[in-house]
């Protein structure tokens, strides 16, 4: 009988709460870099980057950034961590987090492999551009021509940026597709200041052409080789590149 009341008494006990710890809150932290809102923050802050908004070496206020964008602290502590991991942000000790700055050897090591990233993307889509496809490359080349001739750098920026990405789009890659562009958005916010310089946007579109040419011949190889051309620095770009490097780093510091 003892046994059966010591029993019932710890089923009892056991159904009945326990005093003095309330529940733990849902982890919700461990959610947030999930959440449709962090997603399209983090979008926002990206692009912002990448169009050069933010410089590289330009300290990234949270309290700034709140405010910008009407959220609280939290979701914008989560986006820069976010960043962060993608290599666009870098988070400092004693600074917090800033655009992420890089170095002329790293600058040349991400376009050499960026080069043949691209190559790789037109050299597929030598073999698998779909017509859907070809004419977004064509309409994207077509927008680079007029901003050209209107001298817009900022819509030659955009249209380029869409030549780009349609390429990734045609190799039928996904994998190819997602790598190479976030490999290129590492390096964007360098690689718009040589859109700036003298000659460089005008010299783009025969490069385009010439690209466009070969796929729509499926010219797998030549695709590759004018691709690769375009966007490695050791050509004669090389020079072009170095000396706006100077004008970007006055820029992050004036706005630092």
């Known amino acids: ?19 003095g710890r309330p529940p733990a809150p849902a982890d919700t932290d461990a959610k947030r870099g999930s959440h449709p809102h962090y997603e399209k923050l983090r979008s926002i802050l990206e692009q912002a980057i990448i169009k050069g908004e933010y410089p590289p070496g330009t300290r990234l206020e949270e309290q700034e950034l709140a405010e910008r964008f009407n959220v609280s602290r939290t979701p914008v502590r989560e986006t820069l961590r976010l960043l962060a991991s993608s290599g666009l942000v870098e988070m400092r000790a004693r600074q917090g987090a800033i655009v992420a700055t890089l170095t002329i050897p790293n600058l040349i090591e991400m376009f050499q492999v960026m080069a043949e990233l691209e190559g790789l993307c037109a050299r597929l889509a ?19 021509v007029r901003m050209v001739a209107e001298s817009d750098p900022a819509g030659f920026l955009e249209a380029n940026r869409a030549f780009h990405e349609a390429l990734y ?37 025969p490069e385009h052409a010439a690209v466009l040419d070969a796929i729509r011949r499926g010219d797998g190889e030549t695709a590759h080789r ?19 490097i100077p004008v970007a780093e006055a820029v992050a510091k004036r706005t630092a």
């Not at 059966?4 to 326990?18: L, Q, Y």
């Not at 004419?135 to 680079?144: I, K, P, R, Y």
């Not at 039928?172 to 003298?198: C, D, F, I, S, W």
């Not at 004018?226 to 706006?244: C, P, T, Y």
């Open 1 to 19: 009988m003892a046994g059966r009341r010591s029993e019932g008494s710890g089923k009892a006990a056991a159904g009945r709460p326990r005093q």
């Open 126 to 144: 030598a073999r698998r551009v779909s017509p859907q496809k070809l004419a977004a490359l064509d309409e994207s080349h077509a927008v680079c």
């Open 169 to 205: 789009s045609a190799s039928g890659n996904q994998y190819l597709e997602e790598m190479t562009k976030a490999l290129r958005n590492r390096v964007a916010p360098y690689r718009r200041y040589v859109t700036y310089y003298p000659g460089r946007m005008a010299a783009s579109i």
């Open 226 to 244: 004018a691709m690769r051309e375009h966007v490695n620095l050791l050509g004669d770009g090389f020079a072009d590149f170095i000396s706006a």
